[in-house]
């Protein structure tokens, strides 16, 4: 049985909620109910639901990128193809308290970890007072595990109560493409997300092509494009690419109210060659790991990117 909530306001008013359950079934519903009748004060945001299923990566990168505009308060994030097995449930505290995420150790929620400071703590979820009793299965921790403990945290019942301490550094790492430098000077990047829209995200600073032309040949298997530099879609002529920065501070490639995927026929994981018209370029898509451990500093602000990454996530 789930322990009854405290009477009294919760320490926290908000849990953020991201998954690949999708909208068709009724597990989002189920989870959203459980949170409610464990701290009925509490409110669910949800981040999405549109996870590819089973792709811990996407799950992750999405996640990165809204850690920094979250509330305080906790995240529940559930990506989960593992579940069932002896993959850990864990909960992470952030900030030396301000937040918390709880979700599979699989490498889903290292990025986020990673661009908010870093690790204060950890504990695994093994303490079955504070999780629901299963129907003889163990394959909705969302309902099970993750939403009792994300509820009871909001009810200020400390971590260390809801499962073992674990070094955050023992948790499973996320591994995240970075983009490669050249010899020559191009950048060897990778696509990081394609949106509803179809503008392909890659894992590229700005400051990677400081100095370059306006013109940048993009060039990927089976097709090669200029593409013009922009701050804007509608600056992008009809019929060709554009190169953003886009509103996560990466750059893009882009068309004008069309899909630039569609057109270039991108996915995410693909390999671009970025090369400038008017000579010299940078990189090539390497993996760096997202650790999960404690800094000896207090974590900086959401939004500085200082954990134990070298990079941004998305970058």
């Given at each position: 049985m789930v322990a009854p909530p405290p009477v009294g306001p919760p320490r926290f008013e908000t849990i953020s909620f991201l998954s690949d359950y999708g909208h068709a079934d009724e597990f989002v519903g189920v989870v959203h109910s459980v949170i409610r009748s464990i701290a009925p004060a509490v409110r669910v945001l949800d981040i999405t639901h549109a996870i590819e299923p089973y792709n811990v990566r996407a799950g992750g990168l999405a996640l990165a990128r809204a850690a920094q505009y979250l509330v305080p308060g906790v995240v529940v994030a559930v990506v989960d193809p593992g579940v069932g097995t002896a993959r850990r449930p864990i909960a992470i505290e952030v900030g030396g308290g301000q937040s918390y995420l709880v979700g599979p150790d699989n490498g889903l929620l290292a990025p986020a970890v990673a661009l908010v400071g870093g690790a204060t703590d950890a504990v695994v979820l093994d303490r079955p007072e504070f999780q629901l009793e299963s129907p003889g299965s163990t394959t909705f921790d969302g309902r099970d595990v993750f939403a009792p403990v994300a509820?009871?945290?909001?009810?200020?019942?400390?971590?260390?109560?809801?499962?073992?301490?674990?070094?955050?550094?023992?948790?499973?790492?996320?591994?995240?493409?970075?983009?490669?430098?050249?010899?020559?000077?191009?950048?060897?990047?990778?696509?990081?997300?394609?949106?509803?829209?179809?503008?392909?995200?890659?894992?590229?600073?700005?400051?990677?092509?400081?100095?370059?032309?306006?013109?940048?040949?993009?060039?990927?298997?089976?097709?090669?494009?200029?593409?013009?530099?922009?701050?804007?879609?509608?600056?992008?002529?009809?019929?060709?690419?554009?190169?953003?920065?886009?509103?996560?501070?990466?750059?893009?490639?882009?068309?004008?109210?069309?899909?630039?995927?569609?057109?270039?026929?991108?996915?995410?994981?693909?390999?671009?060659?970025?090369?400038?018209?008017?000579?010299?370029?940078?990189?090539?898509?390497?993996?760096?790991?997202?650790?999960?451990?404690?800094k000896a500093q207090p974590p900086s602000p959401p939004g500085a990117a200082d954990g134990p990454t070298t990079t941004n996530p998305e970058s």
């Open positions: 509820a009871h945290l909001c009810n200020g019942v400390p971590l260390r109560r809801l499962g073992t301490p674990v070094d955050p550094v023992q948790l499973l790492p996320g591994l995240l493409p970075v983009s490669e430098q050249m010899p020559d000077g191009a950048v060897r990047a990778e696509v990081l997300w394609v949106d509803r829209f179809g503008n392909a995200q890659l894992n590229v600073d700005p400051d990677q092509i400081a100095g370059w032309p306006d013109a940048v040949r993009a060039e990927g298997t089976g097709w090669s494009r200029v593409a013009s530099r922009v701050t804007s879609f509608a600056q992008v002529p009809t019929g060709s690419v554009g190169l953003l920065v886009d509103s996560y501070g990466l750059l893009s490639l882009v068309t004008d109210r069309s899909s630039a995927a569609t057109d270039l026929g991108l996915g995410e994981g693909e390999q671009v060659l970025l090369t400038p018209v008017e000579g010299g370029g940078a990189a090539r898509g390497a993996t760096v790991n997202v650790t999960l451990g404690r």
